[in-house]
Nanobody, 127 residues
């Protein structure tokens, strides 16, 4: 049974930082590109960042580019999202997802392309 479990969310003041983790089990982690998405009630799910299965390639949404850093440790079957200088607009439920890819540098940012999803972790940034 495949599981993606997010952790690291919480309440932080604007300007603070959090590091989210996504622990994967039940799949060959290194076969999957990994994404972070976020969701605010009443709004569409928003792509945040993606890392290719080899870790060579990353891509970010304009809203977080230059602030957030995505990384992965294939030996630990875990992906991370480092989020410094948080803003109230970053408040959302953050979910990780896995997309099966055929090449080490490939990735996808479209929700329909995701094979597995985690349940999410809530990040709340107060002003």
């Amino acid at each position: 049974q495949v599981q993606l479990v997010e952790s690291g969310g919480g309440l932080v003041q604007a300007g603070g930082s959090l590091r989210l983790s996504c622990a994967a089990s039940g799949l060959t982690f290194s076969f999957y590109a990994m994404d972070w998405f976020r969701k605010v009630p009443g709004k569409d799910r928003e792509f945040v960042a993606v890392i290719s299965r080899s870790g060579v390639n990353t891509y970010y949404a304009d809203s977080v580019k230059g602030r957030f850093t995505i990384s992965r440790d294939n030996a630990k079957n875990t992906m991370y999202l480092q989020m410094p200088t948080l803003k109230p607009g970053d408040t959302a439920v953050y979910s990780c997802s896995a997309a099966l890819t055929s090449a080490g540098g490939d990735y996808d940012t479209s929700p329909p392309a995701m094979t597995y999803w985690g349940k999410g972790t809530l990040v709340t940034v107060s002003s």
